[in-house]
């Protein structure tokens, strides 16, 4: 009799632990897809901040210059000090929108030796050796004065896109030397999308704001859906805001669109 409630029992209690393992095992991927990062094209990568102090993948992936978005400059420059973000020819650039340049110390090595490797970058990309149609339209998408650009950014995104554009866009023609992250806390937020989904159309201008970010949601499906005055600020900046759509249709829920068709790229464990 104990023999069969034994059978019993496990016979409908075997279901359930398999669909809690299935669970548990769904809900781990998820958490490591967090901590990932992930890949916009061959030069361009875009994550979480934890990624700036995994230096095994900064090292395979040859990572050295850096996006951050977001990020307070004093951890950062601790972060810069105290782990592998610090090396040849490497360039860290921070969006900081609270930076008071009157309330910090200027002239640490933190801002010094990254305001002169980008000073370095900027004119060797620059002096346009490389006549390849690739490097001169890249160099023709340059909007700023770029002996004006600097490795700290405060105060509006709306404002200060535009020279993180072209930062960007200088560091994929320094691909030579390495290849670039872009960062924010989480990974998932609309600032660091917004640049994303900007980089990729005023690079391709046949691309919609929409089509940018459903390539962005098919490589991280948690980056959240871009609020109508993010979709605004890319269109801007040069795309249309939704591929044959009407523009007060442009919040809508992206995140209802089949991101399912093509094949996601990770690149680091």
Same mark, same amino acid.
């Given at each position: 009799?104990?023999?069969?409630? /034994? /059978?019993?029992?496990? /016979? /409908? ?11 548990? $095992?769904? &809900? ?22 934890? %990624? @700036?102090?995994?230096? !095994? ?14 990020? !307070?400059? %004093?951890? @950062?420059?601790?972060?810069? +000090? +105290? #782990? ?9 650039? +921070?969006? !900081?929108?609270?930076?008071? &340049?009157?309330? =910090? ?25 490389? *006549? ?9 998408? =340059?909007? %700023? *004065? ?8 405060? #105060? ?6 535009? +020279? ?18 872009? =960062? ?25 704001? @929409? ?8 490589? $991280? ?9 993010? =979709?605004? @600020? ?9 591929? #044959? ?6 919040? $809508? ?14 690149? %680091?464990?």
């Amino acid at each position: 009799m104990a023999t069969r409630i /034994f /059978f019993f029992v496990f /016979f /409908f209690l075997s279901p359930y632990t398999i669909c809690m393992e299935n669970m548990n $095992r769904c &809900y781990y991927d998820q958490l490591v897809e967090q901590i990932r990062s992930q890949k916009l094209d061959s030069n361009v990568l875009f994550g979480p901040i934890n %990624s @700036l102090t995994q230096k !095994d993948f900064l090292e395979v992936e040859n990572v050295k210059f850096f996006i951050t978005l977001g990020l !307070d400059t %004093s951890q @950062l420059s601790q972060v810069w +000090n +105290n #782990g592998p973000l610090n090396s040849d020819n490497s360039v860290v650039i +921070n969006f !900081d929108p609270n930076f008071d &340049y009157n309330g =910090v110390d200027t002239e640490t090595r933190f801002f010094d030796e990254n305001a002169e490797n980008l000073r370095k970058i900027v004119a060797h990309v620059m002096r346009a050796d490389d *006549d390849s149609s690739t490097q001169q339209y890249l160099r023709s998408l =340059v909007n %700023s *004065d770029v002996t004006s650009l600097g490795t700290v950014y405060n #105060g509006s995104w709306e404002v200060q896109i535009r +020279n993180l554009l072209d930062i960007a866009i200088i560091f994929k023609l320094a691909s030579g030397y390495g290849k670039l992250l872009i =960062v924010s806390k989480n990974g998932n937020d609309n600032v660091l999308v917004s640049l994303l989904v900007a980089l990729q159309i005023i690079q391709n201008p046949h691309l919609s704001v @929409l089509e940018a970010f459903k390539f962005i949601k098919v490589q $991280r499906p948690s980056v959240q859906e871009l609020a109508p005055e993010f =979709v605004s @600020l890319c269109s801007s900046l040069g795309g249309t805001p939704l591929s #044959g759509s009407t523009p007060d249709k442009q919040g $809508r829920k992206f995140e209802q669109m089949d991101y399912l068709t093509s094949k996601r790229s990770r690149v %680091s464990d």
